[in-house]
């Protein structure tokens, strides 16, 4: 019996030693190829785009000669859209997360809500966008505006940030608002003093990666009529508007191999932004973080 036992355990070992083998095995694959995807993809951009990029591609507007194209209109609405964006979605997320973990009560209605938030974050851009040309641009009167596509942009981001603050309210140990509340703070105290500050990096954490999603929608925008070809930089919120995956988009659909060299570079010029957003994100996760 000893020896049957034996054997047994050794034929289990050996095939459970065979599978993790295996999904090693194609995990490994699994990643590699992911790399080498975007190695390729990456080494193509850099060869179209390095040659293209310049100072005064950078400073120019757009234009229909390739030689004197440039992305200074995109780039300025693309901040200008952030601009709005940013505080809007952030105050509104941040508020919505609080409230929902420290306020409402746990009942069928609050988790309702926090379902139809979590389905939110996964429907299509393009949705927000039609229900940004309802409410903004034709209920508001806003028009194919810098506020309307910034407030509609917050609204695509808002249920990513709303959840992204929600999970870093809860790492906050309850022993610590016990505490607060122990030494006679008021709840909003507790909230205000200790809560959201050990919850911040986590908070600007999803939010910056939120924006960042942003920066790269393009749907939304098509939806409330924002140009694609713009010789001008915005100059107020009501000022009609162009941004980089618009401008980008608008290149690739020509038929000149120029301004499919112009559009590799504007997605150099875009990788940075977006490069520069998640690094920020990291340095104020590593930071900012702290163990309690």
């Known amino acids: 019996m000893g020896l049957i036992n ?14 993790n083998g295996l999904a090693k095995f194609l995990f490994i694959l699994a ?17 179209q785009g390095l040659p293209y990029l ?12 390739p030689e004197r194209a440039g992305i200074w209109a995109a780039l300025l609405g693309t901040i200008w859209i952030m601009a ?23 009942n069928a209605f609050t988790k309702f809500v926090q379902v139809n938030i979590s389905n939110l974050a ?10 940004g040309l309802t409410i903004f641009v034709r209920l508001a009167g806003l028009g194919s505006s810098v506020l309307a596509g910034g407030l509609t942009m917050s609204l695509l981001i ?12 809860r790492t906050v140990p309850r022993e610590i608002r016990e505490a607060s509340f122990g030494m006679g703070a008021t709840k909003w ?12 990096p986590g908070i600007l954490t999803g939010t910056i990666l939120a924006l960042s999603r942003a920066v790269g929608e ?5 939806v409330l009529g924002a140009l694609a070809y713009v010789a001008f930089v915005p100059e107020n919120l009501l000022s009609q508007f162009t941004v980089l995956p618009i401008q980008l988009y608008n290149w690739t659909s020509r038929p000149q191999e120029d301004f499919h060299m112009l559009a590799a570079s504007g997605i150099i010029i875009l990788l940075i932004i977006l490069l520069i957003m998640n690094s920020i994100a990291v340095l104020i996760r590593n930071k900012f973080h702290k163990r309690f």
């Open 6 to 19: 034996k054997e047994s355990v050794k034929k289990r070992m050996g095939s459970r030693i065979a599978a």
């Open 31 to 47: 990643t590699g190829f992911s790399l080498l995807v975007l190695g390729v993809l990456i080494y193509r951009i850099l060869s």
């Open 54 to 65: 310049s100072f005064d591609f950078i400073t120019n507007f757009a234009s229909r000669m």
């Open 84 to 106: 709005v964006t940013a505080p809007v979605s952030f105050i509104l997320g941040v508020g919505t997360a609080i409230y929902l973990e420290e306020y409402a009560k746990k």
């Open 122 to 131: 996964g429907v299509p851009s393009i949705v927000f966008g039609l229900l």
């Open 158 to 169: 808002l249920p990513v940030i709303v959840v992204a603050s929600q999970e870093a309210i």
């Open 189 to 200: 105290q507790t909230i205000r003093r200790i809560v959201f500050p050990a919850a911040l």
């Open 218 to 222: 393009t749907a939304p925008l098509l």
